[in-house]
């Protein structure tokens, strides 16, 4: 049976799962819309599937073997969060997870904890999210009066890591900073008044603390951070948007975690022509000029996700530099342009 009609009380719950926070804690369920977001559910925690007429006829493969209700294309309309809806939402359970599970599936040599305070930009949540995966952090830890996890725009912008990295919401964000120091974790505070931060300056087990949007870290929070720190930045940027933040300073982290292994690509030289200010992104980990600083696929995958943001810092930006697979085998070396190629994996040098 197709459903029609915006009054089918399955549709009413659908809707307000999808707009209502409160719903969402409720029923202890959230929505999922998309194609690659639904093959990343894990089978144990899927409620229910709701497709479009339309998508049943092009993309029927995908959902044969689960239970789904099909409604009209118009009233997918309503209960989908994007502007052009894909055709498919899911119910899925909601995960719960907590500090004591995060402390202890950490690996203590290489180990960041992120934790947030009263973080807002459901954006900014569904991009930690995202990127502390490609970092390999241990978790997450909230504050309650962060931005609703489950939102369907947190949960669309972490394309899947929401099912992946661990995190808990908390009450009390002071006693879980206490919680993480008793167990030997160093705690390191994203602060204006810190010191610059430099890769390697930061401990194997480690949690990162990054406060709000507009108001930074409450005093309370700060005062109980082992160490303030700061991202170096040119000209005249006092701060950084909250995710830029996280992805600047896990970028660095995880360059220490992981060095060239034996079967990775060799490295390779970039040689740049000029001047070029793109490389003043090396230099919020204070890399000296004629150093080379090596990149893994962790890190271009990190670097991919904030470096337009980072750019704009430049006041005399020749263009960004597109990170892909290619490899100028012949060369071995390439040059800035408008559509330079750069490799997942070398060594770049400082100029």
């Not at 995960?95 to 290489?110: A, F, G, L, V």
């Not at 954006?123 to 995966?133: A, P």
């Not at 900073?177 to 931060?197: C, P, R, S, W």
């Not at 090396?282 to 090596?294: D, I, K, L």
């Amino acid at each position: 049976m197709v459903i029609t009609s915006t009054s089918n009380e399955q549709i009413k719950k659908l809707i307000q799962l999808k707009e209502k926070s409160k719903v969402r804690k409720t029923t202890g369920t959230f929505t999922v819309e998309g194609k690659k977001m639904f093959v990343e559910i894990p089978a144990e925690d899927l409620v229910s599937v709701y497709v479009s007429e339309t998508f049943l006829k092009e993309n029927g493969e995908l959902v044969k073997e689960k239970k789904y209700q099909i409604v009209s294309d118009q009233v997918f309309k309503k209960i989908s969060d994007t502007v052009t809806p894909q055709g498919i939402v899911a119910v899925v359970k909601q995960k719960s997870y907590s500090i004591d599970y995060i402390i202890e599936k950490r690996n203590k040599e290489k180990s960041c904890i992120v934790v947030l305070d009263r973080l807002q930009d459901p954006g900014n949540m569904g991009t930690i999210v995202r990127t502390g995966e490609a970092a390999g952090i241990s978790g997450i830890i909230m504050s309650k009066d962060s931005a609703d996890i489950y939102n369907p725009k947190v949960i669309r912008s972490t394309m899947g890591s929401i099912f992946r990295v661990p995190f808990a919401i908390v009450d009390d964000l002071t006693a879980a900073v206490d919680t993480l120091k008793d167990n030997g974790i160093t705690t390191y505070a994203a602060h204006l008044k810190g010191e610059l931060y430099n890769s390697g300056s930061l401990t194997k087990d480690c949690a990162l603390l990054i406060g709000n949007e507009a108001r930074g870290l409450s005093e309370e929070i700060s005062a109980k951070a082992d160490k303030l720190i700061k991202i170096p930045m040119h000209g005249k940027v006092e701060s950084l948007n909250a995710a830029v933040a996280i992805v600047s300073t896990l970028a660095g982290i995880s360059m220490d975690w992981r060095p060239l292994s034996a079967n990775a690509w060799p490295p390779i030289d970039i040689n740049v022509l000029g001047k070029m200010t793109f490389f003043r992104f090396f230099n919020f980990w204070n890399v000296p000029a004629g150093s080379a600083v090596r990149l893994v696929p962790d890190i271009s995958r990190l670097i991919k996700l904030g470096i337009s943001c980072i750019l704009t810092m430049s006041t005399s930006l020749i263009s960004p530099v597109i990170f892909s697979r290619t490899i100028d085998d012949a060369s071995r070396s390439f040059s800035a342009s408008t559509d330079a190629k750069v490799p997942f994996v070398g060594t770049w040098t400082v100029v």
